[in-house]
């Protein structure tokens, strides 16, 4: 009997996997909950996808957030600006001398592989991000820096 239930399912593709760097870490400002990544496809080129973050204050019964939503790509390209601004790393008081570098370096390597590698290490780096309609603050994580070479010619 089971295989014949079985044998009328129709049959599912392959669920193919995105890398999130930033899964996890994206919370919003507002309630505080975790904003979880939600795909969209092209109807025209169903192999385009569009990657957003958005609030899930509806899960659990709270009264949702309003318009608390951000595209992954502009995510990825705030924080790149944030990692590339020397002067706004410079007046972050949460940064030491030795992190501030590391940062530094990292969008130097970053930059000169344009691969997807170097963007999935970005989410190593961030601890948290916490998004409002507003502000966006980036929370970097010290272990990670740590491990980060303060100069990027030495191994």
């Not at 760097?21 to 979880?36: A, D, I, Q, T």
């Not at 496809?41 to 385009?48: A, G, K, T």
């Not at 957030?65 to 706004?88: N, T, Y």
Request: charged residues 25%.
């Amino acid at each position: 009997v089971q295989s014949r239930i079985d044998a009328r399912r129709p049959a599912t593709g392959k669920r193919q996997s995105l890398d999130l760097p930033f899964k996890g870490k994206v919370f919003c400002g507002e309630c505080g909950r975790v904003m979880s990544p939600h795909v969209v496809h092209n109807r025209q080129n169903p192999h385009i996808r569009y990657v957003h973050y958005r609030c899930r204050s509806q899960a659990g019964g709270r009264p949702p957030c309003k318009g608390i939503s951000v595209p992954a790509e502009q995510l990825r390209i705030f924080i790149l600006g944030v990692m590339r601004d020397e002067d706004e790393l410079a007046h972050d008081a949460d940064l030491s001398p030795e992190a501030r570098q590391a940062l530094l370096s990292a969008v130097r390597l970053i930059d000169e592989f344009r691969a997807p590698d170097p963007y999935l290490a970005i989410g190593d780096i961030i601890e948290r991000i916490v998004f409002n309609q507003d502000t966006i603050r980036v929370v970097f994580s010290d272990p990670a820096l740590e491990d980060l070479p303060a100069n990027p010619d030495t191994p």
